[in-house]
């Protein structure tokens, strides 16, 4: 059983930058698919970004390319995003989660395990 924890959510202007960070426990991070999603209020959860399990692949929301980055740290089991010129779109809670089988996947209900979410708030 994979436990994940968010953190580094908080309030930023728009165009600032935030790191959120996913730590893993419970299996070998490298193993997964590791994927960050969002849900803003009275919206659906969305893709942002994935990663394969060595880093190699990665896979971004199109609203999100050239502003976000994917990364992990499989040693620290921890997995990142960083956000840059955040936007108030980008406003939402953000989830990461872990694939346990092979390939990149945009869908939720393809991924294993979540995190209980970390809150970003963006003012414009």
């Known amino acids: 059983q994979v436990r994940l924890v968010e953190s580094g959510g908080g309030l930023v202007q728009a165009g600032d930058s935030l790191r959120l960070s996913c730590a893993a426990s419970?299996?070998?991070?490298?193993?997964?698919?590791m994927g960050w999603f969002r849900q803003a209020p009275r919206k659906e959860r969305e893709f942002v970004s994935a990663i394969s399990g060595l880093g190699v692949s990665t896979l971004y929301k199109d609203s999100v390319k050239g502003r976000f980055t994917i990364s992990r740290d499989n040693a620290k089991s921890t997995l990142y995003l960083q956000m840059d010129n955040l936007k108030p779109e980008d406003a939402a809670v953000y989830y990461c989660?872990?694939?346990?089988?092979?390939?990149?996947?945009?869908?939720?209900?393809?991924?294993?395990?979540w995190g209980q979410g970390t809150q970003v708030t963006v003012s414009s």
């Open positions: 989660a872990a694939r346990a089988s092979p390939g990149l996947a945009l869908m939720a209900p393809m991924y294993d395990y």
């Open positions: 419970g299996g070998t991070l490298g193993n997964y698919v």
